[in-house]
């Protein structure tokens, strides 16, 4: 039965919005600020040591979504998004008073596991309660608050760099603990997940409030709690039919983490290298973020009409030839729509994978299956910025960072190729579509 809604969905997508706006203005902010960074006194990074620090950085990414997609279906999504915001906040602030190398790097990788236990939760979230004709569309602009964040890193970097000490950008990050209060009072749990716990009067005010039917949703909610009872947990998802489903997405999560990582954190220095003034490498850095708004959006747009592997697939190849083509020093204009097209096929790649992951896994664990595969991603999220300092360091020249990059997302396009055909295969539920009212 239909209710009449007196919430929108829409407020639940701006508030994880928000939160992976936070997310993605402590990722990228390393990048901007790394070429000062390398000039610190006394501390020396070495290229490949800078690079490190990225991938710790990364790796508490890693820790963060392997515990948090499990955690999610156990305490509830709202509970732990408070949780990891605070999180995050703590880390910029540790991070803008570090005193020494190792303990940036501690405040770097405490960081990463905020940033990664968030996620998993916001997309969950977005996906219960976006129209069902819009899920993808909205998933993937809540997304884009990834780049929104890199768009301000990158401006303030540009705006603050030339006359202030790199710690303020990082001190900037304490701001986003504002969302803490908001979130409390108006992000909702999950309907489904008190359906499963058992809290029916509260999960039925809820669902009526955003104008859904609560029994259509609590039935299935726990069809798929009870069938899978056996398995609990990251277990459940490595037992037929969704083994091969899951280890596919895995290892194209691995893919599109090495371009968008390695890019985030190397881009504004492998374009000093090429011979750009620092001003200009930032505003590269700005475009890279820009190009994963229009990216995201666009590949949402045409994911509800034809299907995220066909959107995912072109999305990887617009950043294979992108990336190609900044392997080679070109003239200003040429450079910017690369790095634009870097942006729209790593960054916009990466945002319509969520929504494609989630559309591959029933919903009462789709919060474990983004976990398992965003967090086992990270592999390729460390070894994105390791992987281009040791190039540096190694004295390959800047073109072989970009040739290493490609390569990922070559293998990525192919893999997404194989994953219609263990849908077909292996079919899997689908929620109840959402009222609409």
């Known amino acids: 039965m239909t209710q009449t809604r007196s919430r929108s969905g829409l407020t639940v997508a701006i508030l994880c919005f928000l939160t992976i706006v936070a997310d993605g203005y402590d990722m990228v902010i ?81 960081t990463g596991v905020g940033i ?33 964040g890199g768009i301000l890193a990158a401006l303030s970097a540009m705006w603050l760099l ?30 489904g997940y008190l359906a499963v716990r058992g809290r029916d009067a509260e999960g039925r005010a809820l669902a009526e409030s955003y104008g859904f039917d609560y029994d259509s949703i609590a039935a299935t909610a726990r069809a798929e709690a009870e069938s899978s009872s056996d398995a609990p947990g990251i277990r459940r998802l ?20 090495v371009v968008v990582y390695g890019l985030n954190t190397w881009a504004p220095a492998l374009m000093r290298e090429q011979g750009y003034a620092l001003d200009s490498a930032l505003t590269f850095m700005l475009l890279l973020q820009a190009g994963g708004v229009i990216g995201a959006v666009a590949g949402a747009y045409f994911a509800d009409r034809v299907g995220c592997a066909r959107v995912v697939g072109a999305l990887f190849l617009v950043g294979v030839l992108s990336l190609l083509a900044l392997s080679n020093k070109m003239d200003t204009g040429w450079v910017m729509l690369a790095i634009l097209g870097a942006g729209i096929g790593g960054t916009g790649t990466n945002c319509v994978l969520y929504g494609f992951v989630a559309d591959n896994f029933p919903a009462a ?18 070894a994105g910025p390791a992987m ?11 073109q072989w960072s970009f040739y290493a990059f490609a390569i990922p997302a070559v293998i990525g396009a192919a893999l997404v190729a194989v994953v219609p055909f263990l849908s077909r295969r292996q079919p899997v539920a689908q929620q109840p579509e959402m009222a609409i009212a």
């Open 365 to 382: 664990f789709r919060g474990s299956a983004l976990g398992v595969v965003m967090g086992i991603g990270r592999i390729g999220a460390m």
């Open 30 to 110: 390393y990048g901007a600020a790394l070429p000062k960074i390398l000039d610190e006194p006394d501390w020396n990074l070495s290229h490949s040591t800078a690079g490190l620090i990225g991938t710790w950085t990364l790796g508490g990414l890693m820790v963060g979504f392997l515990t948090a997609g499990p955690l999610t279906d156990r305490i509830g999504r709202r509970k732990l998004m408070l949780i990891g915001v605070a999180w995050i906040s703590a880390g910029s602030l540790l991070s803008a008073v570090a005193l020494n190398v190792e303990m940036f790097g501690v405040a770097r990788f405490l």
């Open 162 to 191: 030339p006359h202030h000490d790199w710690r303020m950008l990082f001190g900037i990050g304490i701001v986003f603990a504002v969302l803490i209060p908001i979130m409390y009072f108006r992000l909702p749990e999950s309907a």
């Open 116 to 148: 990664g236990s968030v996620v998993p939760s916001a997309v969950a979230l977005t996906m219960e309660y976006a129209p069902r004709n819009r899920r993808q569309l909205y998933n993937a602009s809540m997304l884009t608050g990834f780049s929104f």
């Open 238 to 257: 490595f037992r037929r039919p969704l083994v091969a489903r899951l280890l596919t997405f895995m290892m194209i999560s691995i893919c599109v983490n």
């Open 388 to 398: 281009a300092g040791f190039i540096l360091d190694a004295g390959l020249g800047v």
